[in-house]
């Protein structure tokens, strides 16, 4: 339960500053979000959790991405051990962020 807690307050606070003015700031709020994403996926936290705090979203672009990129990340393999598990989310939020800017945002 202690991480879904730490995964709803980053979130939210990613979530809340989607008004980011410039291109590398939108992408890089995204490859957070991919990260606390795969941080969920990796520790277990249920899909359905997390497509519920997606939904939140007050802007309907961010909640469609966030659905998307909950579902690619668990398409993802799930690691047993913490040094896999760190590699799988770091790798997930870079390919996040440099998809997001190599598209010019979401």
């Known amino acids: 339960m202690p991480r879904l807690v730490a995964f709803i307050i980053a979130l939210t606070a990613i979530t809340t500053s989607v008004h980011a003015s410039t291109l590398d700031e939108v992408c890089q709020m995204m490859g ?53 598990q760190d590699r799988a989310i770091g790798e997930f939020r870079d390919q996040v962020q440099m998809t997001c800017l190599q598209q010019g945002g979401l």
């Open 32 to 84: 957070r979000f991919a990260e606390e994403t795969m941080k969920a996926r990796q520790h277990g936290i249920p899909l359905q959790k997390v497509l519920d705090i997606a939904a939140k979203s007050d802007v309907e672009i961010m909640r469609k991405a966030l659905r998307a990129m909950a579902i690619e990340a668990w398409n993802q393999s799930r690691y047993g051990t913490e040094e896999m």
